[in-house]
């Protein structure tokens, strides 16, 4: 009843870490240009050790580059890089919003585009989840700000997550998904670096410990690791995989509370027992059979 509960849930904690890894970079680089940096080096230290070790094909053919320039710009450049660059523009509070809204728009663009039913479990499961973020971020709110422009990241960001979770799910990869991923991230990361210029966040100002820990987590845990658990997961069922995604902010508060000593509300707490709890009821199933769309 409950399938890939240790996936998702593996996949929640590292992702969440992100938020926290990248709060110690910015400490010594532009937000945008330790993205740029961790994708490019993923690809970089990754590739030696598929040439070397030939038990995986590294070279991709010619009709396999298409799909990993396009996962690459929805799922990396896209996805992650406006995300990254938003924070400039946006505050914790409504960063979260759309964070909130993600999961949703997956699972409606795979039932409208992909076929994919939703049960009626997992629809009150995840707009209990979703209800829950909204609660979490309150607290946030009052003093929150946004320009236009991070409107404009944030909603691509919130889309491109959408399309690239539906493309993949559909798309015949004869790569190892390893593999796959290191050449989606380096594309990915090689596309970013411009914007870096264009953003005015092409900063390096301490090249330190800080920096070299903070980018070594980002891309062993994050770029390899948190990635290739999500290239399962959305295989098996992007509308599931989704669901895992509330739990990330849940777990980023718990961490900030952890590791730098920032505050929790009860808005907070509170809204992480509803995400949990739409989570437990989004993985359940009525005799295995799927309701009509919604």
């Given amino acids: 009843m409950y399938k890939n509960i240790l996936p998702g849930l593996l996949f929640a904690v590292l992702w969440a870490t992100g938020a926290i890894a990248a709060k110690f970079g910015i400490r010594s680089a532009d937000a945008l240009m330790l993205a740029s940096l961790r994708f490019l080096i993923t690809g970089i230290v990754f590739a030696p050790y598929f040439l070397l070790h030939k038990k995986h094909r590294f070279i991709p053919h010619r009709n396999e580059w298409k799909s990993i320039v396009i996962y690459g710009i929805l799922n990396t450049t896209l996805t992650l890089g406006s995300f990254f660059a938003a924070q400039k523009y946006a505050s914790a509070g409504i960063s979260m919003l759309f964070t909130a809204v993600t999961p949703l728009l997956i699972a409606l663009l795979s039932s409208i585009f992909l076929k994919r039913k939703l049960s009626r479990f997992e629809v009150v499961g995840m707009l209990v989840a979703f209800s829950g ?127 730098l000593g920032e505050a929790v509300t009860s808005y907070a707490v509170l809204g992480g027992i509803m995400v949990i709890v739409g989570l437990v009821i989004s993985k359940r199933k009525t005799q295995d059979v799927l309701e009509p769309d919604m």
């Fill in 133 to 259: 973020l909204l609660l979490a971020a309150l607290s946030a709110l009052p003093t929150a700000t946004i320009t236009f422009t991070g409107i404009i990241l944030l909603t691509v960001y919130m889309t491109a997550y959408a399309l690239s979770s539906m493309y993949i799910s559909v798309t015949k990869v004869s790569l190892h998904d390893m593999v796959f991923n290191v050449w989606q991230v380096f594309i990915g990361g090689l596309i970013l670096l411009p914007f870096c210029w264009l953003f005015k966040a092409n900063h390096v100002r301490h090249f330190d410990v800080n920096l070299v820990l903070s980018l070594a987590w980002l891309i062993i845990m994050l770029s390899f690791v948190a990635n290739l658990l999500w290239l399962y997961l959305i295989k098996k069922d992007a509308v599931s995989a989704a669901s895992w995604l509330y739990l990330v902010p849940v777990l980023g508060y718990l961490y900030g509370y952890w590791l």
